[in-house]
């Protein structure tokens, strides 16, 4: 194995290639080689996901403390760190990484007793401020013990503890930790489960109502605070209500996330009230809750104080937002210009799906939009399938489990096939049916319609009519450019009447073709001539 001198980041982070310990004794036996070199300038070792055994764990940490540039170290889902051998190499290692700024043991089956070895380890880098100890078996003990060793580290400012067994108690013990943290900017503390449509919190994941007031309590002694996951906690309408007291004190809250937490209407207004408070904003996920109307609205009357709001989520098939409720979110949509992702998921709002197309008019940088009802209206596919077809930064549309008829089916497909003909074939509607997607790719692919696209794009796409090309094309039954002379302008017109093209977009599509017909016919003409 061979590694330049001025190399400064080893990325080996896999779930498939998984070189295993043998893999890491021999990087282990390089960088100890390196030891002795003075261009060792190594800030970053990633290797997450690589089944790397105790006795692998154990080589790499003995050669970690001759890493001196080493700020980053990502050891995620290697189960070889929980071994006490392993962890212990570890932990003693760490005492001697200088420059250490973020440490990732998240999914590495740590439990209490780990946490036991680690925690008095973790106070030994004078820099560390990002811990990811995520999706482990770590308890409240543990979270305790953590507790306490977070008293000296004086630079932590990100802790990430989600989908580990840490209940009310252990919530308590680190928020009052936290609470003396003043340089704290971001705090995971999402149950077992958390993200699941349906999936009941499990009672003991649960915050009562003293774990939710010191959490309150430590947001209003962290004024720089900017990120906070709640997912799976069960806080319910009063745990909301007690939690949105706490936002009027983090001004630079930029992410709010509290997937599946029982919120109904009031708990739900309770936070939009108190977004006046946030105007930086960024990513609210309030998916896998039951928001109804009113919840809706007070979500979209806050957006006007949420000018750099990115992503909005409102997944998951307990809301009933309403016909008015949807329409109200989308009029607010004008006040979030630079959204990149909306999620609206709720019963009964498949018929209304025009007037949420009005709405998205606004967000012309949207990327991902997900869209789930009982069904979806032909109007409404129409609707939604000229305002996407104007947005150029969308590549996907989930409409997963959203019941479509073949007419919506064929709406949507055209979409896709005219996307993919002006060249964006990573744009994917999820839910179609799988032959009208695989037909829209293969005419994508034609000769003609690349042809045309590319002959046209500007004044097709400035009239809208661009998302018809494939139908029009289909419509007269030509293959070639050269066959697109043979047709006259009435019998183009005629043509595209009877496949129902509105006028507009009809006609640029038929100025479109003759230039492109008579284009084709000159070109024959002088390849005659030669």
Not at 282 to 305: H, K, P, Q, W
Not at 434 to 440: F, K, P, Q, R
Not at 501 to 521: E, H, M, T, W
Request: with cysteine.
């Amino acid at each position: 194995m061979y590694m330049d001198a001025d190399c400064t980041e080893i990325d080996l982070a896999s779930w498939s290639f998984h070189f295993g310990s043998t893999g890491s004794r021999a990087l282990a036996a390089l960088l100890r080689d390196m030891r002795d070199v003075a261009a060792n300038k190594i800030d970053t070792l990633s290797l997450a996901y690589n089944r790397i055994d105790a006795e692998g764990i154990l080589e790499l940490a003995q050669v970690l403390d001759e890493m001196p540039h080493l700020e980053r170290l990502d050891l995620e889902g290697n189960e070889g760190v929980k071994n006490v051998d392993g962890l212990a190499a570890l932990a003693f290692a760490l005492q001697s990484i200088p420059l250490l700024m973020s440490l990732n043991l998240s999914a590495t089956g740590m439990g209490d007793e780990s946490m036991n070895v680690l925690a008095k380890a973790l106070t030994k880098p004078p820099r560390l401020a990002v811990l990811s100890l995520n999706r482990n078996e770590i308890s409240d003990s543990g979270a305790l013990t953590l507790a306490t060793a977070v008293a000296s580290m004086p630079h932590l400012d990100s802790l990430h503890l989600s989908a580990n067994s840490i209940t009310s108690t252990g919530i308590v013990g680190l928020a009052t930790a936290l609470a003396q943290k003043s340089r704290l900017l971001r705090l995971d503390l999402s149950g077992l489960g958390a993200g699941d449509d349906g999936l009941a919190t499990p009672p003991d994941q649960r915050l009562d109502t003293k774990a939710v007031s010191a959490v309150v309590q430590m947001l209003k002694s962290t004024p720089h605070f900017e990120d906070l996951w709640l997912n799976g906690r069960g806080l319910g309408d009063s745990g909301s209500e007690n939690l949105a007291r706490a936002f009027e004190h983090t001004p630079k809250l930029k992410s709010l996330a509290l997937d599946a937490n029982d919120l109904g209407d009031r708990g739900v207004s309770a936070l939009a009230t108190s977004m006046k408070h946030t105007p930086l904003l960024a990513r609210l996920d309030l998916s896998f809750n039951g928001i109804g109307e009113n919840g809706t609205i007070a979500i979209a009357t806050a957006m006007a104080s949420t000018p750099r709001l990115q992503e909005l989520r409102l997944k998951g098939r307990n809301n009933h937002i309403g016909e008015r409720g949807l329409r109200v979110l989308a009029g607010a949509l004008v006040h979030t210009p630079d959204l990149i992702e909306l999620s609206v998921h709720s019963w009964g709002i498949g018929s209304r799906f025009e007037d949420l197309a009005v709405g998205l008019t606004s967000v012309r940088k949207l990327e991902k939009l997900s869209l789930w009802s009982d069904s979806i209206t032909h109007s409404g596919a129409e609707a939604l399938a000229n305002v996407t077809a104007l947005m150029p930064r969308l590549v996907l549309i989930d409409l997963s489990n959203v019941t479509m008829d073949r007419f919506v089916n064929g709406v949507l497909g055209e979409l896709v096939l005219s996307r993919a003909t002006a060249g964006n074939k990573m744009f994917h509607i999820l839910g179609l049916d799988g032959d009208t997607l695989e037909n829209a790719h293969e005419l994508a692919d034609s000769s003609l319609a690349a042809t045309v696209s590319h002959a046209c794009r500007a004044s097709l796409s400035e009239k809208g009519a661009l998302r018809y090309l494939p139908k029009a094309l289909g419509a007269l039954g030509v293959t070639t450019d050269l066959a697109l002379d043979a047709l006259s302008e009435d019998d183009i017109n005629t043509d595209l009447v009877n496949a129902e093209i509105p006028a507009v977009q009809r006609q640029a599509l038929s100025d479109c073709f003759v230039r492109v017909g008579k284009a084709a016919a000159e070109r024959y003409r002088l390849w005659g001539e030669l």
